[in-house]
């Protein structure tokens, strides 16, 4: 498949990679069918962000059509749903998960102490951004793993478009959720 890989410092090339597999249970694969461009992916361009390395795949506001499902998912998704893949990645089990905490989620950052030496505590899983946050692949590619993927999904209706929901998975709730905590109405 095609993806957006950093090579380093501003070196960001369309490469061609290996598809992505199911490599656990509670994992999906979609069909990226769009993907933004935020304003962090350029911190990451420009290297100010550390714990990147050369072949990281990146982005990540995408959605897309699940294409395959672990048989972990247990029916909270199937083949041909339309989702949005949130930046975070979420267990939904866990206490913070549980305290709907998912920014700091016990178990989806494969790094932590990577995290925890430079944030101070540690971070979620997050998509396409840093080995600080687990090292995910991210959405700016043909296909995406989806890990915990019963968790960590917004169902599409069908009655509206990608351009109409894909904010969804980073940009609206960033502005929402930081309104919310100033208590501007």
Same mark, same amino acid.
């Given at each position: 498949?095609?993806?957006?890989?950093?090579?380093?410092?501003?070196?960001?090339?369309?490469?061609?990679?290996?598809?992505?597999?199911?490599?656990? /249970? =509670?994992?999906?694969?979609? @069909?990226?069918?769009?993907?933004?461009?935020? +304003?962090?992916?350029?911190?990451?361009?420009?290297? $100010?962000?550390?714990?990147?390395?050369?072949?990281?795949?990146?982005?990540?506001?995408?959605?897309?059509?699940?294409?395959?499902?672990?048989?972990?998912?247990?029916?909270?998704?199937?083949?041909?749903?339309?989702?949005?893949?949130?930046?975070?990645?979420?267990?939904?089990?866990?206490?913070?998960?549980?305290?709907?905490?998912?920014?700091?989620? /016990? =178990?989806?950052?494969?790094? @932590?102490?990577?995290?925890?030496?430079?944030? +101070?505590?540690?971070?979620?899983?997050?998509?396409? $951004?840093?080995?600080?946050?687990?090292?995910?692949?991210?959405?700016?590619?043909?296909?995406?793993?989806?890990?915990?993927?019963?968790?960590?999904?917004?169902?599409?209706?069908?009655?509206?478009?990608?351009?109409?929901?894909?904010?969804?998975?980073?940009?609206?709730?960033?502005?929402?959720?930081?309104?919310?905590?100033?208590?501007?109405?």
């Amino acid at each position: 498949m095609r993806a957006l890989v950093w090579h380093g410092k501003e070196d960001i090339r369309c490469d061609q990679v290996s598809d992505p597999e199911i490599e656990d /249970e =509670r994992d999906a694969i979609i @069909k990226v069918t769009s993907c933004a461009i935020c +304003g962090s992916d350029l911190h990451l361009y420009h290297n $100010y962000v550390p714990a990147m390395l050369p072949g990281d795949i990146m982005g990540h506001e995408m959605m897309g059509e699940v294409v395959e499902v672990g048989r972990g998912v247990n029916g909270a998704l199937k083949k041909g749903d339309r989702i949005v893949v949130p930046f975070t990645i979420i267990c939904g089990e866990c206490d913070q998960c549980k305290r709907q905490n998912f920014s700091v989620c /016990e =178990r989806t950052n494969r790094k @932590k102490n990577l995290g925890d030496k430079v944030f +101070g505590h540690t971070t979620a899983g997050l998509f396409g $951004y840093t080995h600080l946050t687990g090292g995910y692949p991210g959405g700016q590619a043909e296909y995406l793993r989806v890990p915990f993927a019963d968790a960590t999904h917004l169902k599409v209706p069908d009655n509206l478009t990608d351009e109409q929901v894909l904010f969804l998975g980073d940009i609206f709730p960033t502005g929402w959720q930081a309104a919310a905590q100033c208590d501007i109405e």
